[in-house]
Structure formats: C-alpha cells, structure tokens
C-alpha cells in the first residue's frame, strides 16, 4: 500500500497527539514533529529516486547499449520503477520517489538513449500513462455507486470555494517565483488557465480512503473528495476549451493585434498539409525520416541542443549548464546522429513498404471477390 508523506505525517499525528500511550505529548510539539516528518519524508524519497536516475545516466553513457534496444529500454524500465519499491521498503514515499526519478531522467538519462529508444521510451510510457488513467477514472466513476455515502452540502461548497482559493495563490507565487529565473515569463493570462483547468484530484480522492479517521467522519471526507473531483472534471475540465478560446480573444482584444481570417488559416493549414503530404512521401531522401522523426518531443531535443543560450538561466542553470551535464550526458557525434536517421528511414521505409504491400493485398482480394 502506498502512502503518501502527508498521510504518514497525519497518522503519526493522530498516534501522537491523540493515543494515551504516548503520555504528556503537546498538541504544538505532535505538530512540529508531524511536520518535520513529512519534509522528511519527503526529501529522502526525492534522494532516493534522483540517485536512481543520476546511477542510470552514467550507465548509460558509458555502456553501449545503444546497440540493443530492447536490453537499453528494459533498463529503462526497471531503473524508472525501482526507487518505487526501494522508497516503500524504507517506509518512504514511492510516489515522491518515481516522481523525482522521472524528473532527474528526464533531464540527463533520456539523453544518453539511443534515438529509436527515446521514441518507444515515448510511446510506451505515453501509453500506460494513458491506460492508468483511464483505470483512474473509471473508478471515480464506479465508486459512485460502490461506497456509501454522506453528503454535506455546506461542507462541499465551502470546499470547492478554498480549494479554487487555495490554488490561486498556489499558482500566483509558484510562478511569481518561477518567473525570476525564466527567461520568458508566464503571463497572468497564462496563470489563469492554469488555475482553471488544472483542479483533478484523483489523487486527493485516494489519499481520502487512507485516511486515519472514524468510519462516519470518513464518509463525509470521501463523498465531498468525490464531488469536488466530479465538479473539477465535469464543469471545469468540460469548459476548459470555451474559457481558453474567450481568453485568447480577450487577450487579442487588449493588445490589438490581427487575427488571421477564417478563410486563411483554412488555406494556410491546406498548405501545411500538402507540404506534410509531399515530405513524407518524398523518394530517395531522409525526408520519410525527419518528418517523421520531427512529431517526436525528443528528436528535436537531441538534434538542437544550442536552443538554449549558453549562460542563461540562473546560478543553478549556470553550474548545471557547466558541470552535472557534460559529467552525466554522452555527447553524439554527427556520425552517430547520421547512423541513427539512416536507422529510423530503413525502418520506416520498410514499414511504408510492408503498408503498401498490405493494401494492395487487400485491394486484389477485393477485386477477385468482385469478379467471382
């Protein structure tokens, strides 16, 4: 059973501040020590899975595995899940851990992976990302009906009301800070979408069901959870698109800029798509490749690494930029860059040839049928 530091901290807590066995213990003392065990809860978890990251990095770079996928994207594999195991052993946090892991492989092992590895690496984790949460959400969906149920109408508005408070100022000093070290700023306009459309709570609804409370006292925690998910989902989630589209017009409204008329985004978006048309069916060229190639985050990541500025960013950026990513990143040459698209266009070009070949298959079926 996973347990977040949060719901560690308030076990311990309740244990504390509550059970007579722990005799004398101050309300102000429980609290200090709940707090300093959920920081560092929290921290180790995050060492635990950085190491795990950073271990992978240099294994990358200094084995070639590069040369068999399969082996480079099952170590992958097994190094992204295990700080998750080793973080509950150690009666840690396993999901601060594989985040923290995801967060340090991102920025320095994904870059020692061979090109073919970065796009399965993409696509698989895309995939069960997507599949877990689906699965997520059709249990918010069948705990409708699977739990019981008490609802506190006072209790859910009043909810909803802090959780919207709470995360405006959230977002307003998370990127108040975030916006002294980035070079292009996020704007107040951008600020707002992220508090609209960012309210989920999956993980507050299962954190709910772990909560060290008494039966009914929980069932009223886990029935408000569920609704303000429901609300966040189904209102704000559902008008997410209308509310972006009346920011951006309000935002061009305001700076007086022109917008492109219908009829040329349609021709200009007819264009892009001929153009789209003629790359990816292009003969004798590594056009098949590079189009294709190019609807991949991590091959423009890798072919054009100059796209931050040397020096910028902060003093963090600065020492990184200078010592962790040459120690910890394997740096391609241009003839290994060129052997891995010369790669991905054999394979592509077989898989267009093997698409080919099955529609003309199906094509004479089709037409021997029609004959007899």
């Known amino acids: 059973e996973s347990t977040s530091p949060l719901i560690r901290s308030m076990k311990w807590l309740r244990s504390s501040g509550i059970n007579a066995e722990y005799g004398d213990t101050e309300a102000g003392s429980a609290i200090g020590l709940a707090i300093g065990d959920f920081f560092l809860s929290f921290s180790m978890s995050g ?35 295990a700080p998750y195991f080793l973080a509950e052993g150690l009666h840690l946090s396993g999901i601060m851990a594989i985040l923290s892991s995801g ?31 689906s699965c997520v959400f059709a249990y ?47 704007t107040p ?45 189904l209102v704000m989630g559902g008008s ?11 935002t061009d409204r305001q700076t007086g800029r022109v917008r492109l008329e219908s009829e040329d985004r349609h021709h200009l978006a007819d264009q892009d798509s001929e153009l789209d048309f003629v790359q990816v069916h292009t003969e004798g060229g590594p056009s098949d490749t590079e189009y294709m ?38 740096k391609f040459t241009q003839q290994e860059i060129r052997r891995a698209c010369n790669e991905m266009q054999d394979l592509t070009t077989k898989w267009h040839t093997d698409v080919e070949t099955g529609s003309q298959i199906l094509d004479d079926e089709d037409n021997d049928e029609h004959s007899l």
């Open 47 to 81: 060492v635990v899975g950085a190491l795990f990251a950073l271990a992978l990095a240099l294994l990358l770079k200094h084995l070639a595995l590069t040369k068999t996928p399969s082996l480079e994207f099952c170590t992958v594999c097994l190094f992204a899940y």
């Open 240 to 250: 997410t698109m209308p509310v972006i589209k009346l920011v951006t017009w309000w």
């Open 293 to 330: 190639l190019s609807k991949t985050v991590e091959f423009g990541r890798n072919l054009n690494v100059e796209e931050v500025e040397p020096g910028a960013g902060g003093l963090w950026s600065r020492l990184d930029e200078k010592y962790f990513v040459p120690f910890f990143r394997k």
């Open 140 to 186: 918010l969906g069948m705990a409708i009906f699977s739990f019981t149920h008490s609802f506190q109408p006072a209790l859910i508005v009043w909810s909803i009301i802090l959780c919207l408070i709470g995360r405006g100022f959230n977002i307003g000093l998370l990127t108040l800070l975030a916006n002294r070290f980035r070079t292009v700023k996020i």
């Open 103 to 133: 967060i340090v492989m991102s920025h320095y092992a994904h870059f020692n992976l061979s090109f073919m590895t970065q796009v399965t690496v993409q696509q698989v984790f895309r995939t069960f990302a997507f599949l877990a949460e």
């Open 189 to 233: 306009q951008q600020q707002f979408i992220m508090w609209f459309s960012g309210l989920r709570g999956a993980i507050a609804f299962a954190l709910a069901l772990h909560l060290p409370f008494a039966e009914d006292k929980k069932q009223v925690i886990v029935s408000t959870t569920l609704v303000i998910v429901l609300f966040t989902i």
